[in-house]
């Protein structure tokens, strides 16, 4: 049986700004398809999850049924009650059955976020479940499986093994974190002390960078550009040193992108530095082709790090010097 249902959930701002972590607000129980669902929604986050900078939500089958197929939609709402065109409508296909696992999004908005939609000191997000008809046969959706493999990661279910990184600990599964990285395998399935250590202190690496590289271990991507923090291109640079050393090739090659697409003045001698460090030719072409233009060379080569990449990288330093002067 196909059929739709909509709640209008309302959340009470000032609630969430003292509930703790993992306490739900739930939903009426409302229609769709002939089953009975309801709203969850976590004001400070499902669990420990970084900072807890995220409002949690999920929908979750009432109705005795031994299996449902569904589509739950979720979008905020802005003061004037309309659907906010500042925010992307969020979807998931839903796969349930009574007593079940609730789907959702353990982001679904920063709380930060929440105060441009609080109306009569409210929140609402319109909430929207389609039930899919056995007879139905909708194209398949795009795959969830980063999705759960990052609730995996925040849950820390099943773990066996934990990385401590600049006294921060960093819960972990060695079979994932070997397939995907040729080091990890052999440092973690080798023949090497790691092998058999349920805990491995890392030196050299930034905690920041380790737990970004961790996530896109498991989710084959990179967190939004806001959530790099006051110094994106800094942390961006560690992330790369990160990528080489566990020779994740696709990771580089994202972090060779978002440093072009970040250069500056303030940053070219350091991302050059760092582009010669991990052997990273077509960055380095990018920062010598930026150094080229006189404008840019002047105001660059008052920098710091201007200064360290005379002192570091000698040999690189002459080569754009001759590339910049024609000598």
Same mark, same amino acid.
């Given at each position: 049986?196909?059929?739709f249902?909509?709640?209008?959930?309302?959340?009470?701002?000032?609630?969430?700004?003292?509930?703790? &972590?993992g306490?739900?607000?739930?939903?009426?129980?409302?229609?769709?398809? /002939?089953?009975?669902?309801? &709203?969850?929604?976590?004001?400070?986050g %499902?669990?420990?999850?970084?900072?807890?900078?995220?409002?949690?939500?999920?929908?979750?089958?009432?109705?005795?049924?031994?299996?449902? =197929?569904?589509?739950? @939609?979720?979008?905020?709402?802005?003061?004037?009650?309309?659907?906010?065109?500042?925010?992307e409508? =969020? *979807?998931?296909e %839903?796969?349930?059955?009574?007593?079940?696992?609730?789907?959702?999004?353990?982001?679904?908005?920063?709380?930060s976020?929440?105060?441009?939609?609080?109306? @009569?000191?409210?929140?609402?997000?319109?909430?929207?479940?389609?039930?899919?008809?056995?007879?139905?046969?909708?194209?398949?959706?795009?795959s969830?499986?980063?999705?759960?493999?990052?609730?995996?990661?925040?849950?820390?279910?099943?773990?066996?093994?934990?990385? &401590?990184?600049?006294?921060?600990?960093?819960?972990?599964?060695?079979?994932l974190?070997?397939?995907?990285?040729?080091?990890?395998c052999?440092e973690?399935? *080798?023949?090497?002390?790691? !092998?058999?250590?349920?805990?491995?202190?890392?030196?050299? &690496?930034?905690?920041? !960078?380790?737990?970004?590289?961790?996530?896109?271990?498991?989710?084959?991507?990179?967190?939004?550009? /806001?959530?790099?923090?006051?110094?994106?291109?800094?942390?961006?640079?560690?992330l790369?040193?990160?990528?080489?050393?566990?020779?994740?090739?696709?990771?580089?090659?994202?972090?060779?992108?978002?440093?072009?697409?970040?250069?500056? %003045?303030?940053?070219?001698?350091?991302?050059?530095?760092?582009?010669?460090?991990?052997?990273?030719?077509?960055?380095?072409?990018?920062?010598?082709?930026?150094?080229? %233009?006189?404008? @840019?060379?002047?105001?660059?080569?008052?920098?710091?790090?201007?200064?360290?990449?005379?002192?570091?990288?000698?040999?690189?330093? /002459?080569?754009?010097?001759?590339?910049?002067?024609?000598?």
């Open positions: 049986m196909s059929g249902g909509f709640l209008r959930f309302k959340l009470d701002y000032e609630q969430t700004q003292h509930l703790a &972590i306490d739900v607000v739930s939903s009426k129980n409302f229609s769709a398809g /002939d089953y009975m669902w309801k &709203i969850n929604c976590y004001p400070r %499902v669990d420990i999850d970084g900072k807890n900078e995220h409002l949690s939500l999920y929908v979750q089958l009432v109705s005795k049924s031994k299996n449902v =197929k569904a589509l739950f @939609n979720a979008m905020m709402l802005d003061r004037d009650g309309d659907l906010s065109s500042s925010d409508r =969020k *979807g998931v %839903v796969h349930l059955s009574e007593g079940g696992i609730q789907w959702g999004w353990s982001r679904f908005i920063k709380r976020d929440l105060l441009p939609f609080v109306m @009569n000191g409210m929140v609402t997000i319109m909430c929207m479940v389609k039930v899919l008809g056995d007879s139905n046969m909708p194209v398949p959706p795009p969830t499986l980063a999705t759960h493999l990052g609730h995996l990661l925040d849950r820390t279910l099943g773990t066996d093994v934990s990385f &401590i990184v600049g006294g921060e600990a960093f819960p972990a599964h060695r079979s974190l070997a397939a995907r990285s040729p080091v990890f052999a973690l399935f *080798g023949s090497m002390a790691d !092998a058999t250590m349920p805990s491995i202190t890392l030196q050299d &690496i930034d905690p920041a !960078a380790f737990r970004v590289m961790l996530r896109f271990i498991y989710t084959d991507a990179l967190p939004p550009d /806001d959530e790099f923090g006051d110094s994106p291109v800094e942390v961006m640079l560690h790369l040193a990160a990528a080489d050393r566990y020779a994740l090739e696709r990771l580089k090659v994202m972090c060779e992108l978002k440093l072009w697409e970040n250069l500056s %003045v303030d940053t070219a001698a350091s991302v050059l530095a760092s582009a010669e460090t991990y052997s990273c030719p077509k960055l380095k072409t990018k920062c010598m082709e930026f150094f080229a %233009v006189k404008e @840019n060379f002047k105001k660059a080569a008052l920098t710091d790090g201007f200064v360290m990449l005379l002192q570091n990288f000698p040999a690189l330093a /002459d080569e754009l010097l001759g590339r910049v002067l024609g000598v």
